[in-house]
Antibody, heavy 120, light 110 residues
Framework: QLQLQESGPGLVKPSETLSLTCAVS??????????WVWVRQPPGKGLEWIMS???????YYSPSLKSRVTMSVDTSKNQFSLNLNSVTAADAAVYFC????????????WGRGTLVTVSS | QSALTQPASVSGSPGQSITISCTGT?????????VSWYQHHPNRAPKLLIY???NRPSGVSNRFSGSKSGNTASLTISGLQTEDEADYYC??????????FGGGTKLTVL
């Protein structure tokens, strides 16, 4: 059964770059059947979609975060990563990776999330 | 993109039914039948409950059902059980080719 596992630094300083990784086990990240997704949840707030990408390189970004977000894929490790630069306290959140079936508009599998705190 | 509007909390007794609303706009909920609902227990992975307004994935109890009218979608949980106590989120695809979530609803089973 496919599983997603997020990992990250836990603590990031303001103005620095946040880097998170989502390890995919039990399936291939190069599958044509899925988009891979990042979602976050600031403390006490709701979920916020960050971005989705497809193995071919097609990506979609939240307009509010697009200028600060980049992503990368490591097919040899079957994982994908999110980089968010120039972080502020507003970027503190639990970050989730998830999966969206191709040609569908929901997220059918999620990781448990990783907490990121922004503080000097 | 503004978040979808959900009540902050709802409560019910075991065996009862509750409904959680999710209000968006004509650019998301009102224009697409791509509303989904997720259940989130603390420190666990969110779980897909409903997709495309009213469809249940395999393995999800038929006590969970979804509907939509205009710009408002709804999740109904019937026969409440203690394990249903969790946070619930709605989501919709939008006209901007992005996704928007609701602020979340905390369900308390009394």
């Amino acid at each position: 059964q496919l599983q997603l596992q997020e990992s990250g630094p836990g603590l990031v300083k303001p103005s620095e770059t946040l880097s998170l990784t989502c390890a995919v086990s039990g399936g291939s990240i190069s599958s044509r059947s899925y988009y891979w997704v990042w979602v976050r949840q600031p403390p006490g707030k709701g979920l916020e979609w960050i971005m989705s990408f497809y193995y071919s390189g097609t990506s979609y970004y939240s307009p509010s975060l697009k200028s600060r977000v980049t992503m990368s894929v490591d097919t040899s490790k079957n994982q994908f990563s999110l980089n968010l630069n120039s972080v502020t306290a507003a970027d503190a959140a639990v970050y989730f990776c998830a999966r969206r079936p191709w040609n569908n508009w929901y997220f059918d599998l999620w990781g448990r999330g990783t907490l990121v705190t922004v503080s000097s | 993109q503004s978040a979808l509007t959900q009540p902050a909390s709802v409560s019910g007794s075991p065996g009862q039914s509750i409904t959680i609303s999710c209000t968006g706009t004509s650019n998301d909920v009102g224009d697409y039948n791509y509303v989904s609902w997720y259940q989130h227990h603390p420190n666990r992975a969110p779980k897909l409950l409903i997709y495309d307004v009213s469809n249940r994935p395999s393995g999800v109890s038929n006590r969970f059902s979804g509907s939509k009218s205009g710009n408002t979608a709804s999740l109904t949980i019937s026969g409440l059980q203690t394990e249903d106590e969790a946070d619930y989120y709605c989501s919709s695809y939008t006209a901007s080719r992005t996704w928007v979530f609701g602020g979340g609803t905390k369900l308390t089973v009394l």
